[in-house]
């Protein structure tokens, strides 16, 4: 326990140590103040942290730096914010907090009493999270709203982590030749191939068709890694899955077909997304309709439907949605995109009946789903993880230095060895 490993602290307050000696200015910043109590309560923490994780301490003056700094950012940070309106949600914080118990299995209560049993008060708990939403808020009003992170740089760190993967790849091969002279026949030879993958074997084809060296092989090129091909192939192998068959890839010495047979080594996390196909009739509340009016108009129009009237007339016809002008089409939506009570009317939806009506947060709505898919978007997921990796890390040089910045600015008075 913290309370008894006295030898551990860097620095100890003495028990006789009196009110006023703690509670002892040692910085000021801009209109607030850091005090010697604040200053041990962090570095109380921070000891309480290192020991807990058995990590090597820190020399006692770069202990009291390192703390002295992260409490003068802190003030300034909340100065900022306060400057611009920047809160935390209330009611967000409570949900936060919640979710923590939760995917610790344990009550609020319970956890409360982990926390405090660590030396932390739990309004300091809550105090630090409030604090992390707001430097969350300026982060993305300051920081990430002025990063641009482009396709290109995407895809450089994805080649980049896939050149040092351990995986392998089964690869089959078929080789189109093309010369200047030749290149049409090439064209021809190429269309002919494909139009015989849709019907045969790929190693039937590649032994028919391949001018490549391994074509009485069934153009079977074995296991290979990444970093053992060619830049044109591992660029299309990134982008394909298991028994897919790239694109034609255009080199020097001809037109080449990969075929992905088989994959070993780290296996990749599938992401699949329900997507629905939907159809909808959207009225909007105003201040003239009421909400039973609504129900009522929208419940008419249902039975008009169910008479014989087509759900794309009806939609051209009564809905106040952009889409009224394809009839109602709004097309495939991914249940991840949509907003929570327009997804909760959606997945009580059945196939092909009309549905409704539903308050969602886009106003009064008619569904017809006429079809629902399970889509694979495991390489939308691996970019958009990599989109994030290269924003955090853009991100924290980019803070660093507008911190830095508004640091330069305050007028920052230390007095602690004073």
């Not at 990063?147 to 189109?176: A, M, P």
């Not at 169910?306 to 949605?321: C, R």
């Amino acid at each position: 326990m913290l309370a008894t490993s006295s030898s551990s602290l860097f620095f100890n307050f003495k028990a006789q140590e009196s009110y006023e000696n703690l509670d002892r200015i040692i910085a000021i910043v801009e209109k607030d103040i850091i005090t010697q109590k604040e200053l041990e309560q962090e570095t109380n923490q921070i000891i309480n942290k290192l020991e807990k994780n058995g990590r090597k301490e820190q020399k006692k003056g770069d202990l009291i730096k390192n703390v002295l700094d992260r409490l003068i950012e802190k003030k300034l940070i909340l100065q900022h914010a306060e400057a611009f309106g920047i809160k935390s949600d209330p009611k967000v914080l409570e949900q936060v907090i919640q979710n923590i118990a939760q995917d610790n299995g344990i009550s609020i209560e319970e956890m409360r009493k982990t926390i405090e049993l660590e030396g932390i008060k739990f309004d300091d708990f809550r105090k630090d999270l409030e604090y992390q939403f707001i430097l969350k808020q300026i982060k993305e009003r300051e920081i990430y709203s002025k990063i641009i992170i482009s396709d290109y740089e995407v895809e450089t760190l994805l080649k980049k982590t896939s050149s040092q993967s351990s995986n392998e790849y089964r690869l089959s091969h078929i080789l189109i030749k093309t010369t200047t002279s030749n290149y049409n026949k090439a064209t021809e030879r190429l269309n002919k191939t494909i139009d015989s993958l849709r019907v045969k074997l790929f190693s039937d084809v590649a032994k028919e068709n391949s001018d490549g060296p391994l074509a009485m092989n069934g153009g079977d090129l074995g296991w290979k890694k990444l970093n053992e091909l060619p830049e044109i192939f591992s660029n299309a192998i990134l982008k394909m899955k298991v028994g897919d068959i790239s694109t034609p890839i255009i080199s020097e010495n001809g037109i080449h077909l990969l075929k992905l047979i088989e994959v070993k080594g780290d296996i990749e996390e599938k992401f699949l997304s329900d997507q629905y196909n939907i159809s909808q009739i959207l009225i909007k509340a105003n201040e003239i309709n009421t909400e039973e009016d609504i129900k009522r108009n929208l419940e008419n129009i249902k039975n008009q439907i169910s008479d014989s009237l087509a759900f794309s007339d009806a939609a051209s016809k009564y809905s106040e949605d952009s889409s009224a002008a394809n009839g109602g089409k709004v097309g495939w939506l991914a249940i991840n995109d949509m907003l929570p009570e327009y997804r909760k009317a959606i997945i009580s939806t059945k196939i092909g009946v009309v549905s409704g009506p539903y308050k969602t947060e886009l106003g009064w709505l008619l569904f017809l789903t006429t079809d629902k898919r399970s889509q694979d978007i495991t390489q939308d997921k691996i970019k958009q993880r990599a989109r994030i990796q290269l924003l955090q890390s853009k991100a924290e040089v980019k803070y660093q230095d507008w911190f830095k910045a508004l640091k330069a600015k305050a007028n920052i008075q230390i007095l602690l060895n004073e």
